[in-house]
């Protein structure tokens, strides 16, 4: 299984992003999948989860501002981000759960990872 994740970059504060996540080796329509942030000297924290029928999740912090959704049809994982502030900071990783599943935002049932990309807030 291998997770690549796209879209991220340095906008300035108020600004958005479109964060993707294609996988290989399975597919988004049958696993929970979730963004995930690390800032540095900062735990892995869960942003946004998706499970298989559709039901999202959401860290307090980005309510209203993020939304996480899935093309089955392309088997891609989205992440769009609005009027992002420094505190978004962070290297955004997508992961999927385990198999059979339904994961929220611990990161303790996800268990394929991607490698990251970065997005920076000033």
């Known amino acids: 299984v291998q997770l690549v994740e796209s879209g991220g970059g340095s906008v300035q504060t108020g600004g958005s992003l479109r964060l993707s996540c294609a996988p290989s080796?399975?597919?988004?329509?049958?696993?929970?999948m979730a963004w995930f942030r690390q800032s540095p000297c900062k735990e892995r924290k869960g942003v946004a989860a998706i499970r298989r029928d559709d039901l999202t999740a959401y860290t307090d912090s980005v309510k209203g501002r993020f939304t996480i959704s899935k093309d089955n049809a392309k088997d891609t994982m989205y992440l769009d981000t609005k009027s992002l502030k420094p505190e978004d900071t962070g290297m955004y990783f997508c992961a999927a759960g385990l198999p059979g599943v339904d994961c929220g935002l611990d990161p303790r049932c996800y268990n394929a990872w991607g490698q990251g990309t970065q997005v920076t807030v000033s």
């Open positions: 080796g399975l597919s988004v329509s049958d696993f929970s």
